[in-house]
């Protein structure tokens, strides 16, 4: 079974007993906390390569690499090989972003558009550092901070990185125009 088909496989208010401690994001603040092992979560959303969990009232998400604590195999974290070249990284960069979610919208934030670029630099010590600019979908939408921890978790993946900084900006709005054709389509928005 492939990474995606085995997320597809859990479904909104299933409820699964964590098999051990595990580091979860939380929604809408962004920390990182620890849900202990045993504690029964409901899963809410489970899409790209995380899976959003509800847990004594509050809300989490999981990320693939920690999938094993909800009783899946856990996802190899993304990476690159050394060698990558300039366009790789970018396009790694890129993937990455297609596999977040806003964790009330079942539709990656690139799709949804709310990224509206990405540089990468190269500093004078060959470190990498990647700025992403993106939106959210209206400036009081509380899930900027979850949605940027899980990018920078996941790019933070490719060893030539070594920083992530995403600037939230509300200039240009967000407007439905911004989706692509699939994002629209999924949200049933045609």
Known sequence: MSDIEQIATLHKGQELPLQRDVEAISIPFGKTVTLPEDSV???????????????????????????????????????LPEEASEEEIEQFVWDQLRTCFDPEIPVNIVDLGLVYGCRIERLITGERIVTIRMTLTAPGCGMGDVIAADARNKILGAPQISKVHTEIVFDPPWSREMMSDEAKLELGMF
């Open 41 to 79: 979560v409901s899963v809410m959303q489970a899409k790209g390569s995380t899976v959003s969990v509800g847990f004594e009232g509050r809300l989490y998400l999981v990320e693939g690499a920690n999938l094993d604590a909800l009783g899946l195999e856990a996802l190899p974290r993304p990476t």
